[in-house]
């Protein structure tokens, strides 16, 4: 089968990753006609519709989703490719969690684009999962089990939760001198399940959380602010408060840590495997983890 007239990919690569024939439109420059007539050939030469009209907007059938991630691949091949011959930065865009973004990642950056300066660097922060073949995206930092369809996923770092409070909280409550001591104390995220699994090894078979108490947070930094302020004691992990237990704004009274069962990970589209680019944040990430890991395992040996 030959390959269907460039201009029409074009035109599908911008309609399958907005979703929309009338944004498509404004980003090429054509009109929303155009638009039409170009999709309209592709799927005459493709055999099957590629799109579904919804009162909400335009759904990818099988066949365009089948077609759209190697579309947005090749489009961005050539987008490096062009730019590149022209003296251009080329861009990395990366996208993460709010936590990971603000307590790992942001002040980590700057190294990297130290190292490489031929690179300008985008962070964008969304709790939600990227999609890879509609959003402009080269790389994600995600948290779950690894196992994303048509994506290389590259572990970082386990999930590790304990708890920590505030130097006036402490004093309020303390000292704690065992596991046990912690329940009475205010908890923040008082359902997350890893507060039965930290008691629960360490040997603390009752939990006495109390019913009234739901502050709820679903970012760790936002958590950790809380504790922070001294409204409660929290699960947090370690690995995103280095300054705060170093500086003695958060306290970790003790060492034993909850793994729960899901990881943080790096993920990109296969496609892209063999971008320098790609190949080259995933270095950089994985020394900066390996250095970290280091030092956390000075700190507890300390």
Same mark, same amino acid.
């Given at each position: ?13 911008? !309609? @399958?990753?907005? =979703? &929309? ?12 006609? *155009? %638009? ?64 990971? !973004? @603000?307590?790992? =990642? &942001? ?12 690179? *300008? %660097? ?181």
């Amino acid at each position: 089968m030959e390959l269907p007239p460039l201009s029409a990919l074009r035109v599908f690569d911008a !309609a @399958s990753r907005q =979703l &929309s024939f009338t944004r498509a439109a404004e980003t090429l420059g054509m009109t929303q006609a *155009a %638009v039409s007539y170009q999709i309209k050939l592709l799927e005459e030469r493709l055999g099957g519709q590629l799109f579904l009209r919804k009162p909400k907007g335009l759904e990818l059938t099988e066949l365009g989703q089948r077609y759209a991630g190697p579309t947005a691949d090749a489009f961005a091949t050539l987008r490096e490719a062009f730019s590149s011959r022209h003296g251009h930065p080329e861009t990395m865009s990366i996208s993460t969690m709010i936590t990971i !973004a @603000s307590n790992w =990642l &942001s002040h980590r950056l700057g190294r990297f684009q130290f190292q490489h300066p031929e690179l *300008a %660097v985008r962070l964008e922060t969304d709790d939600k999962l990227v999609d890879f073949a509609r959003q402009d995206v080269d790389v994600a930092l995600r948290y779950g089990f690894g196992d994303w369809d048509g994506l290389v996923s590259q572990k970082l770092f386990d999930s590790e939760l304990t708890p920590m409070l505030s130097p006036a909280l402490l004093k309020e409550y303390g000292p704690l001198k065992g596991p046990a001591d912690v329940i009475p104390l205010p908890w923040l995220n008082n359902t997350h399940r890893g507060w039965d699994g930290w008691l629960r090894q360490n040997n603390v078979a009752e939990l006495a959380c109390a019913p009234t108490r739901r502050l709820e947070f679903e970012a760790q930094s936002h958590l950790g602010r809380a504790a922070l302020a001294g409204e409660g004691i929290a699960l947090l992990n370690p690995r995103f408060f280095r300054l705060e237990l170093a500086t003695g704004t958060l306290v970790q009274p003790f060492k034993s840590v909850w793994r729960g069962e899901k990881s943080y990970w790096l993920v990109y589209p296969h496609a892209r495997r063999n971008r320098p680019a790609i190949k080259a944040f995933q270095r950089f990430v994985l020394d900066e983890v390996a250095a970290e890991d280091s030092a956390l395992d000075q700190a507890g040996a300390a």
